[in-house]
């Protein structure tokens, strides 16, 4: 949809679940998308209740719960092992319009929504939960959605679990090894007192962008100047050297730039400054969303709204557009007065990425640590050491001190 002079503000938990013993083949069949996406609006909101076909997450073998096996596009039973396959599918990921989506929906406020009701795919129990899924406390089955509400975003994309428990574990000791200025006992730390996966949601935003833009171009010249100096005898020299000068003129043009795939995180349940460190994610590995994926991990229901979003993103393009002026403008320096920016082809989408989220004791202190279950990037918390720095400040002090010492000598 073309842009207008004003456009909208554009973009840019729980059980562990078991890990196979043995990690199937990855297929490249697309994973089966569930009967509820066919009645998706083209902006991505479902306006009617599920019926009554909900994810079974119990083992055809055993009748034991299921959940996903990281890696694969399996069901892994807890019991007795089995791999149960996803059904696969012909369903695509699909973006949807932001400009439909504000015109339908743009007064709705997530926070304003009432929970949502989830059923438990071992036991048929119900409970109402923000979350998208969970675990039953009565056979800790998995919990998934099975209502829908008007103006509520749907998830249109997952990415799965690559990294299994296991490896989430291997990357947090290496991690743990690593850090510089770490107390010498947290190396002792081998695992992690809590550990569990979660889906977060991250809104993606897509956009065309024509910018107008006014400035000035500064291009450096050179003039020769004099002046007296000391000559280190008591007397004074003249001496000849170069002056650095800017000379400005007008610059004014035009950029154009599509964007793809502009991250934002959708939650506030975790600290912001380490989710935006977790990326970048592999979105080329989304699948078609489905609540098989989901099993046996929770999965948080988002609380930035899309507007919201849409602005965090709009400010990351912005930064990106800037560049594109600057180099427009050319010359040594650049000055920018004014941006004026039209989006067009504004479209969004929903995708769940996978987390696993580790705690860890330390001096009667609790730890957060994150690892990005799809590429294992480790991003925490961490204890310092204070004699290790105070040696380090006394170190880089003695060298400071040899060096004036070695150049007070050589002048005398």
């Given at each position: 949809?073309?842009?207008?002079?004003?456009?909208?503000p554009?973009?840019?938990s729980d059980?562990?679940?078991?890990?196979p013993?043995?990690?199937?083949d990855?297929?490249d069949?697309?994973?089966d998308?569930?009967?509820?996406?066919?009645?998706?609006?083209?902006?991505?909101?479902?306006?009617?209740?599920?019926?009554?076909?909900?994810?079974?997450?119990?083992?055809?073998?055993?009748?034991?719960?299921?959940?996903?096996?990281?890696?694969?596009?399996?069901?892994?039973?807890?019991?007795?092992?089995?791999?149960?396959?996803?059904?696969?599918?012909?369903?695509?990921?699909?973006?949807?319009?932001?400009?439909?989506w504000?015109?339908?929906?743009?007064?709705?406020?997530?926070?304003?929504?009432?929970?949502?009701e989830?059923?438990?795919?071992?036991?048929g129990?119900?409970?109402?939960?923000t979350?998208?899924?969970?675990?039953?406390?009565?056979?800790?089955?998995?919990?998934?959605?099975?209502?829908?509400?008007?103006?509520?975003?749907?998830?249109?994309?997952?990415?799965?679990?690559?990294v299994?428990?296991?490896?989430a574990?291997?990357?947090?000791?290496?991690?743990?090894?690593?850090?510089?200025?770490?107390?010498?006992?947290?190396?002792r730390?081998?695992?992690t007192?809590?550990?569990?996966?979660?889906?977060?949601p991250?809104?993606?935003?897509?956009?065309?962008?024509?910018?107008?833009?006014?400035?000035?171009?500064?291009?450096?010249?050179?003039?020769?100047?004099?002046?007296r100096?000391?000559?280190?005898?008591?007397?004074?020299?003249?001496e000849?050297?170069?002056?650095?000068?800017t000379r400005?003129r007008?610059?004014?043009g035009?950029?154009n730039?599509?964007f793809?795939?502009?991250?934002?995180?959708?939650?506030h349940?975790?600290?912001?400054?380490?989710?935006?460190?977790?990326?970048?994610?592999?979105l080329?590995?989304?699948?078609p969303?489905?609540?098989?994926?989901?099993?046996?991990?929770?999965?948080?229901?988002?609380?930035v709204?899309?507007?919201?979003?849409?602005e965090?993103?709009?400010?990351?393009?912005?930064?990106?557009?800037?560049?594109?002026?600057?180099?427009?403008?050319?010359?040594?320096?650049?000055?920018?007065s004014?941006?004026?920016?039209?989006?067009?082809?504004?479209?969004?989408?929903?995708?769940?990425?996978?987390?696993?989220?580790?705690?860890?004791?330390?001096g009667?202190?609790?730890?957060?640590?994150?690892?990005?279950?799809?590429?294992?990037?480790?991003?925490?918390?961490?204890?310092?050491?204070?004699?290790?720095?105070?040696?380090?400040?006394v170190?880089?002090?003695?060298?400071?001190?040899?060096?004036?010492?070695?150049?007070?000598?050589?002048?005398?």
């Amino acid at each position: 949809m073309t842009g207008t002079g004003a456009p909208p503000p554009l973009p840019f938990s729980d059980p562990e679940p078991p890990e196979p013993d043995q990690v199937a083949d990855q297929r490249d069949d697309t994973p089966d998308t569930p009967d509820t996406l066919d009645d998706l609006d083209t902006d991505g909101t479902l306006d009617h209740e599920v019926g009554d076909e909900h994810l079974s997450a119990v083992c055809p073998s055993c009748g034991a719960q299921t959940a996903y096996a990281p890696g694969t596009t399996s069901l892994r039973c807890g019991s007795c092992g089995a791999l149960q396959e996803i059904a696969p599918s012909e369903a695509t990921i699909t973006e949807h319009s932001f400009d439909e989506w504000v015109a339908r929906h743009g007064g709705v406020s997530v926070a304003s929504l009432a929970a949502i009701e989830l059923e438990c795919g071992n036991c048929g129990a119900r409970s109402e939960s923000t979350d998208l899924a969970s675990t039953c406390q009565f056979c800790s089955g998995a919990l998934v959605a099975v209502t829908k509400q008007e103006g509520l975003v749907e998830p249109e994309a997952v990415l799965p679990f690559h990294v299994d428990r296991d490896g989430a574990r291997e990357n947090f000791r290496a991690w743990v090894g690593s850090r510089r200025f770490a107390p010498n006992a947290l190396k002792r730390v081998g695992s992690t007192e809590g550990l569990r996966g979660t889906y977060l949601p991250h809104w993606t935003f897509d956009a065309r962008t024509d910018t107008d833009y006014q400035g000035q171009r500064g291009d450096h010249y050179y003039v020769t100047r004099t002046r007296r100096v000391s000559d280190g005898k008591g007397g004074h020299r003249t001496e000849t050297y170069r002056e650095r000068r800017t000379r400005w003129r007008g610059a004014s043009g035009s950029v154009n730039r599509s964007f793809d795939d502009v991250v934002v995180v959708a939650s506030h349940h975790l600290e912001r400054e380490q989710l935006e460190k977790m990326g970048p994610w592999t979105l080329s590995e989304a699948r078609p969303f489905q609540p098989e994926y989901l099993t046996g991990y929770s999965a948080v229901r988002y609380d930035v709204d899309p507007q919201a979003g849409s602005e965090e993103a709009r400010g990351e393009m912005r930064e990106v557009i800037r560049q594109d002026v600057e180099r427009d403008i050319g010359g040594d320096e650049q000055r920018i007065s004014e941006m004026d920016v039209t989006y067009s082809r504004a479209m969004f989408k929903l995708i769940l990425m996978p987390l696993w989220i580790a705690t860890y004791l330390y001096g009667g202190k609790t730890y957060q640590v994150l690892v990005n279950a799809n590429t294992g990037k480790v991003i925490g918390d961490r204890p310092y050491s204070a004699l290790k720095i105070a040696a380090a400040v006394v170190a880089a002090l003695v060298v400071v001190a040899a060096v004036v010492a070695i150049v007070m000598a050589t002048r005398q």
